[in-house]
């Protein structure tokens, strides 16, 4: 029953929409026809009275040729005569489309006049064209008084007697359609808006007499339906439907019940096997969490010991290299020139495997924290044995080295190998971006309890830009990378992460092109000699 009286409504809904589509198709069509009309017709008008202008532009301008042997600005007859030529062949071919357009007798005759009209100005245009250039012939020939007579009764009784009468009347036309085109285009409109009034209307009629019978009949039913389904929908898998009958919606109710006692007793089993399966894959995830955890330790600690390896062997085979460089290019050197150099190869070396021996023990640390041996270290004297180790480097790039307080100084507890790393790093990065003729100041002073550690450079500096990332693993800025780009980006963070180490500080002072200033801080102690 349901389904009958359903097909009904739609079927008359159907009726009246087919109705409006066809009136609306009618009508666009009708519209579309006028629109193309009145666009023809309006530029029609606007190309005739191009035409007058460039008639009366045309003809002055060879007047004042013939006449005075002059024009107001440069002009160029034939240049003038195609311009004219091409509206008349435009204002040709929109006449036709209008003709192809139209379909009754009397606009059909308007359109093919208009056409004649167009043929005969041109004829007229050309007789113009012609008469002008006979009294340009007569100007030539010094009968002056000749030509001007020829050139006034041309511009009396053709040009404006004839070709502008023509072309006025023809703009008197077009307006004229304009109107008419749009006075049509209005009524069309007027019957598509009765139509369409009337099919809503009819509409609005048959959907509330539908929408009447339907609540009518429909609400018991659907009433008990949703009822129905609101309980079922917040957990009342034991409701059911109490919807009698064998229409439509009765079978829907007993659909729904039947689906509620299948969800009842799926939802029994699903809880006795989620709570097993719960107990499962905590177990499960327990385990794989601590696998994970594990394994993103042993990555970090490998990628660290790869990283670290790479950077921090650089700087003393680098040195150890410049001494031996050094020693083999002495054509005259003592004995104990030798015995020098190759005691800061075996130094460099000693500090090779120490370095290794770090490395691994900080790749099996997860922490990654490096362990301290703890002594007295007076940093005057670390700090000269490293600037003498390094002068040899620095000489052969041009570099003076200079350490400005070398006598008595602060005396810190720390690791006196991990503080000779921090500060071979930090002269390395002076070293790195110093020019030739550049100087480094390496400057110690005791301020109260702290002892302060400056590394002072004239090189490229540091954008500010970059000053924020210096100390992050891999970093590197624009300048470094162009002037050393084998440099992994490691040696600042591993100097803060050994100042960190001690308790101590660390800061850069730099600008792009205007050299850089490192800061160390590190606890100072009683002043003592430091072991050796």
């Not at 019940?257 to 989620?274: F, G, P, S, T, V």
């Not at 002072?509 to 050796?532: H, I, K, M, Q």
Request: glycine share 8%; aromatic share 4%; with cysteine.
């Amino acid at each position: 029953m349901f389904r009958l009286r359903l097909a009904v409504v739609l079927a008359a809904h159907l009726l009246i929409v087919l109705g409006l589509a066809g009136a609306v198709l009618w009508g666009s069509g009708e519209g579309h026809q006028y629109v193309d009309r009145l666009r023809l017709a309006h530029g029609n008008l606007k190309e005739y009275l191009s035409l007058m202008q460039q008639t009366q532009r045309h003809f002055q301008s060879l007047r004042d040729q013939v006449v005075y042997g002059r024009t107001a600005e440069a002009f160029d007859a034939a240049a003038s005569r195609r311009e004219l030529d091409d509206t008349l062949r435009m204002l040709q071919a929109d006449t036709q489309r209008e003709v192809d357009l139209v379909e009754r007798g009397e606009e059909l005759a308007e359109e093919i006049a208009e056409l004649k009209r167009l043929d005969a100005i041109g004829r007229e245009l050309d007789a113009a064209d012609g008469q002008f250039a006979a009294a340009a012939e007569l100007a030539a020939a010094g009968r002056a008084e000749e030509a001007r007579a020829l050139v006034a009764e041309v511009l009396e009784t053709r040009v404006v007697g004839r070709i502008e009468a023509m072309i006025g009347e023809a703009t008197q036309i077009e307006a004229e359609e304009v109107d008419e085109a749009v006075e049509e285009a209005n009524d069309v409109l007027m019957r598509m808006s009765n139509v369409a009034q009337v099919a809503a209307f009819a509409a609005v009629v048959l959907i509330l007499v539908a929408a009447f019978v339907l609540v009518v009949r429909l609400r018991r039913p659907i009433d008990r339906l949703i009822d129905g389904t609101e309980k079922l929908s917040s957990g009342a898998l034991e409701n059911r439907i109490d919807l009698k009958g064998d229409d439509e919606f009765a079978r829907v109710a007993a659909g729904i019940n039947k689906m509620a006692a299948e969800i009842e007793r799926q939802q029994r089993d699903l809880l006795e096997a989620q709570s097993a399966l719960e107990k499962k894959v905590e177990e499960r995830t327990q385990a794989l969490r601590r696998a994970n955890a594990a394994l993103r330790e042993t990555a970090k600690s490998r990628q660290r010991f790869l990283a670290d390896i790479s950077h921090e062997l650089r700087t003393p085979l680098t040195v150890i290299r410049g001494e031996a460089e050094v020693t083999l290019r002495g054509k005259s050197r003592s004995e104990q020139d030798y015995e020098t150099s190759l005691t800061r190869i075996v130094e460099q070396a000693g500090l090779l495997g120490k370095l290794v021996d770090d490395l691994l023990m900080m790749a099996r640390t997860q922490a990654g924290a490096p362990r301290l041996t703890l002594t007295a270290v007076s940093l005057p004297t670390l700090l000269t044995q490293i600037t003498k180790s390094v002068r040899n480097l620095c000489d052969q790039q041009g570099v003076e080295i200079a350490l400005l307080q070398p006598g008595d100084g602060p005396v810190v507890t720390g690791d006196r190998r991990r503080l000779q790393q921090l500060f071979y790093i930090l002269i390395d990065n002076a070293l790195r971006y110093s020019k030739p003729g550049d100087r480094i100041g390496v400057n110690v002073v005791e301020d109260g309890d702290t002892a302060k550690v400056l590394v002072t450079d004239s090189g490229v500096g540091i954008d500010d830009d970059e000053l924020p990332h210096i100390f992050e693993r891999f970093y590197r800025g624009e300048h470094a990378q162009d002037i050393f780009p084998e440099g992994s980006g490691l040696g600042l963070p591993m100097a803060k992460s050994i100042v960190d180490a001690h308790g101590g500080g660390i800061s850069i002072d730099s600008r792009s092109g205007g050299g850089t200033t490192v800061c160390v801080n590190l606890p100072a102690v009683v002043r003592a000699r430091a072991s050796a």
